[in-house]
Each structure stands twice: as structure tokens, then as C-alpha cells.
């Protein structure tokens, strides 16, 4: 906990300032806009899905060196490099590090691709087609910000790849669901 309060301790003010406007903006939804309470909650949360995304993906990592602190800025266009290297190359037999890697990076993007879903509403594949989409420009616009902005964490085409296909599930999440309950639905009916 004391880590985690290091690390965005700072960003505490931005985090209330976002707050209230995410319930501003849920109030004119909901009054304004006569969306359904549901729809609105389902709304703040994709914001905040976005939020956290941004946050953990953009907030700085520093390394320090012996003249002080430097932000390393780079990138990697080759898919799989990273796994290829540690597996072929240095001959690792530790596949907890790729494992944590891609299932990190999978499940980052899994409450995007559930949330965007849930308020497009519909099943069909445009819709599915449209949250992978969204997924992978949310990615492509974190992995560029990451090789902009000398944040210190590395541009990969994996991170992107990897985000991408955890929007595809939090659709494919949210589509199970989906039909689960309209099964639930139809038993009770049939009960009745």
C-alpha cells in the first residue's frame, strides 16, 4: 500500500478533479439525456477504464544512475522479439516473466473491450469488430505517448497486439454474458 502511494500519491488532486467531472457528466447523462441509471454507471466505468489504462501505462518509470536520474526512451517493431530472445537466444527456461507480460497486458485492456461493449449494446460483428478497433487505437495511442513522452517504458508492437486481443475478449466476455442471461431469461419464462 505504501508503494502505491508513492507511486500516485501525486496524482491524487487529478484523481478528484476527474471524479467530479466524470459525475458531472453522469448527472446531465442520466437527467439531460434520459439515459437508464445502468447506462450511466456502465459509462463512468468505461471512463475509468480508460483512466486506469492510461495511468498505469503512461505514469513515469525512472532509473537512476550514478550522475543521477535519466528517462530511457524506446521502441520495439518486432513482434515477439522480446519472447524469442529470452527463449532461443539466452536459452531461459523462466517463462513466468512472458507469461505475466502478455496475460498483464491482455487483462489491462479486458474491462475496455467489456464496458465499450455493454454500451454498444448489440450483438453483431460490427460491434465486435468496432471494440477491437477501439482496443487497438487506445493501444497504438498509449505506444506512441510511451516513445513520445520520455517516460521511460518501452514502445512495443506485443503491448499492442496483446491490448488488442483483451479488448476482443472483454467483448467476447460481455457477449457471453450476454447470452447467459437471455438464457436465464427464457427459462424463466418457459417456468411461468
Known amino acids: 500500500m505504501v508503494q502505491m502511494w508513492r507511486i500516485f500519491g501525486g496524482m491524487l488532486e487529478l484523481f478528484?478533479?476527474?471524479?467530479?467531472?466524470?459525475?458531472?457528466?453522469?448527472?446531465?447523462?442520466?437527467?439531460?439525456?434520459?439515459w437508464h441509471m445502468q447506462r450511466v454507471i456502465v459509462f463512468i466505468l468505461f471512463i475509468f477504464s480508460i483512466l486506469g489504462v492510461l495511468l498505469?501505462?503512461?505514469?513515469?518509470?525512472?532509473?537512476?544512475?550514478?550522475?543521477?536520474?535519466h528517462i530511457e526512451r524506446s521502441v520495439n517493431f518486432i513482434p515477439l522479439q522480446g519472447f524469442y530472445y529470452n527463449y532461443f537466444v539466452s536459452n531461459s527456461l523462466d517463462y513466468s516473466n512472458a507469461i505475466r507480460n502478455i496475460g498483464l497486458n491482455i487483462i489491462?485492456?479486458?474491462?475496455?473491450?467489456?464496458?465499450?461493449?455493454?454500451?454498444?449494446?448489440?450483438?453483431?460483428?460490427?460491434?465486435?469488430?468496432?471494440?477491437?478497433m477501439?482496443?487497438?487505437?487506445?493501444?497504438?495511442?498509449?505506444e506512441?505517448?510511451?516513445?513520445?513522452?520520455?517516460?521511460?517504458?518501452?514502445?512495443?508492437?506485443?503491448?499492442?497486439?496483446?491490448?488488442?486481443l483483451g479488448a476482443f475478449f472483454g467483448f467476447y466476455i460481455w457477449y457471453s454474458?450476454?447470452?447467459?442471461?437471455?438464457?436465464?431469461?427464457?427459462?424463466?419464462?418457459?417456468?411461468?
Open 16 to 34: 478528484l478533479i476527474v471524479v467530479i467531472n466524470v459525475m458531472i457528466v453522469a448527472y446531465y447523462l442520466s437527467k439531460k439525456r434520459n
Open 56 to 69: 498505469l501505462t503512461i505514469s513515469p518509470m525512472f532509473w537512476i544512475d550514478a550522475e543521477g536520474m
Open 108 to 132: 489491462l485492456f479486458v474491462p475496455f473491450g467489456l464496458f465499450l461493449s455493454w454500451l454498444l449494446g448489440s450483438i453483431k460483428r460490427k460491434n465486435m469488430l468496432l471494440v477491437t
Open 134 to 142: 477501439f482496443g487497438m487505437l487506445l493501444s497504438m495511442t498509449v
Open 144 to 164: 506512441l505517448l510511451q516513445f513520445i513522452f520520455p517516460t521511460g517504458r518501452v514502445a512495443d508492437v506485443d503491448d499492442l497486439l496483446f491490448n488488442t
Open 177 to 192: 454474458l450476454r447470452f447467459f442471461t437471455k438464457k436465464v431469461e427464457m427459462t424463466k419464462r418457459e417456468v411461468l
